[in-house]
């Protein structure tokens, strides 16, 4: 249906290879409109870390690459909307540059993006609206721009 979801545990198939985890996704894939196809070579030039790790089970992989290889899932399947569920949790630094890269790299490309992130910053600084949750409700709704412009409310909703 052109959703596509990156769960915040990964929810890569141990046993399977890289390369094996991302052609799940090949068989999933919806026509792509618009923009350049993702597919496996630009998978590997965007993530070279994946194609040095493509005969590597997914249990033997990092946090990091396994969240890598979770992305790299869903951009094969060529989604309308993906929803990220904590993409930056636990990650080196690096990698977090990388996952943000990529969702940037979606956005620009059209794909619709709901990022549930804890990293007010990076979510921030990618985001066009953001709802901020406090016990399962909704306390504030805004442009990004907006919410990032008022440091008060910035600091009262999120901490910072």
Sequence with gaps: RGVAWVPDNRRIFPTL?????LAMALNRALPR??????HLARV?????????????????????EAQLVAIARALLMHPKLVLL??????LAPRIVEDIMAVIQEMRDEGVAILLVEQN?????????????????RIVHASRAADLEANQELKHRLLAV
């Design 33 to 38: 409109t618009g923009g350049e196809p993702w």
């Design 120 to 136: 007010s910053t990076l979510a921030l600084s990618i985001a066009d609206r953001v709802y901020v949750i406090d016990d399962g």
């Design 44 to 64: 590997y030039q965007r993530f070279p870390i994946l194609d040095r790790l493509r005969h590597r089970p997914g249990e033997h992989l990092s946090g990091g």
């Design 85 to 90: 569920d904590e993409p930056s949790q636990g």
């Design 17 to 21: 290879t890289v390369e094996r985890n």
